[in-house]
């Protein structure tokens, strides 16, 4: 099938999974009018969209929600009526998109959406829901879901989704249709940037290799300089671990790097929130006393708000220093390419092309097996901070190991 375009077009490299869900929004109007049978077995009420971070799922997610309430009766996600375009931009008054900066999505706030879900929708579709990063519900939360998702209402669909399908308790999984999206190619990120943006393909393709087929990061390279400037430094590391002081100083300056872009994001943010919730809470205005103060209650409001911050700010640092990290592995799957592949046909899958010498100088010196034991070792740090070691203690392990060889 050729891509149908429209609302469709924004979801990159994933023919299959746009067929899927352009069959299931087809058939959901089938749904709408009243047929049972084989027609509307291409849609139904709980999916769970799932692929690597980058790959697309929230962007699968708003194109299907798109779809589903498309004006167009032909070509649902036709991406130019109304309905589409509120869709996309997160504004439809029958679609509702979760997306979480905390750690976790709690009990609280999965109830409030599971009473909005049994809501009738306010146009004449779907109530959807979106839950763009399912995997962060905590276990109560997760079944207060489940009973919804169990007896679902007639005209609701959820949509969740999350990085694979064990991120979910399988009592989840079994009540939900599984759509896997696969990490775009290079080549598919670049023609689709530099067909839809006029980027230089050349460009837009190493800059998609870098990141290591990940469309969001992609963009930020091609756009953002902190993130490029970023992007560089990661791979210095391996080049560093000769001696110990070094190593050492090289597995600081990663944590260091990973807190100064997360406190750079919680910065903008925080100030913005705190500012929005003070006037909402009434502070400073009129001229009386008490007007510093803001309404009652107010400073335990605000206290929440510092909390959850605080919480935000630890998950960015994290995510910045897990893009580090497999940056790193990566860096030594070059080296294993070189080691592979000593006439240099595979120059071009190299994802460090910028950094093609150093990797060839230590796949000189160095044997497959260490190569494997190294890239273990990076792998091992992203297990220990996702588990809450110390950041810094364990990239200095890791550093130690990379050393050791
Ligand atoms: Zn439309």
């Known amino acids: 099938m050729t891509n149908p375009g429209g609302a469709w077009s924004a979801l990159i490299g994933q023919p299959d999974g746009v067929e899927r869900l352009h069959a299931a929004a087809v058939a959901s109007r089938a749904v709408l009018a009243g047929d049972r049978g084989a027609t509307v077995a291409a849609m139904t009420h709980a999916w769970l ?26 070509a649902p996600g036709c991406g130019q009526c109304q309905d589409c375009h509120t869709a996309l931009a997160g504004t439809h008054p029958d679609v509702t998109l979760v997306a979480t900066d905390q750690l976790t999505i709690g009990v609280d706030q999965t109830r409030g959406l599971v009473l909005g879900a049994a809501m009738s929708p306010s146009r004449r579709r779907w109530q959807v829901i979106v839950v763009e990063d399912a995997d962060r519900m905590t276990e109560g939360a997760a079944n207060v879901l489940l009973k919804a998702i169990e007896e ?6 959820w949509i969740l989704c999350a990085p694979s399908s064990q991120d979910m308790l399988p009592t989840i999984l079994s009540r939900c249709r599984h759509l896997a999206l696969r990490t775009p ?5 670049a023609d689709a940037l530099s067909a839809a943006e006029g980027i230089d393909r050349t460009q837009a393709r190493a800059a998609a290799q870098a990141a290591q ?8 390279l091609l756009h953002d300089s902190a993130a ?23 597995a600081q300056s990663l944590v260091d790097a990973a807190a100064a ?36 209650g107010s400073a335990g409001i605000l206290k929440d708000l510092e909390t959850r911050q605080k919480r935000r700010a630890t998950r960015t640092q994290r995510d910045a220093l897990d893009r580090a990290l497999i940056d790193i592995a990566a860096f030594y799957r070059d080296v294993l390419t070189h080691q592979f592949d000593p006439d240099g046909a595979a120059a071009l899958s190299l994802v460090h092309q910028d950094h093609a010498q150093q990797t060839h100088a230590i796949a000189a010196r160095s044997t497959p097996a260490t190569t494997l034991r190294r890239i273990e070792a990076v792998l091992d740090a992203r297990r220990a901070i996702a588990a809450n070691v110390a950041p810094l203690l364990a990239v200095e392990s890791m550093a130690l190991t990379l050393r050791a060889g």
């Open 49 to 74: 969209f799932t692929g690597p971070p980058g790959s697309g799922r929230s962007t699968a997610a708003r194109a299907f929600a798109a779809a589903l309430q498309c004006a167009d009766e032909y």
């Open 152 to 157: 679902p209402a007639p005209r609701t669909v």
């Open 185 to 189: 190619s290079p080549d598919a990120i």
């Open 213 to 220: 087929g990940h469309i969001g990061r992609t963009r930020a």
């Open 228 to 250: 490029a400037a970023g992007r560089a430094e990661a791979p210095k590391l391996p080049s560093e671990v000769a001696d110990i002081g070094r190593a050492l100083r090289a």
């Open 261 to 296: 872009e997360a406190k750079a994001v919680s910065e903008t943010l925080d100030a913005k929130e705190t500012e929005e919730l003070k006037v909402a809470l009434g502070y400073g205005q009129g001229k009386g006393a008490g007007s510093a103060r803001g309404v009652a």
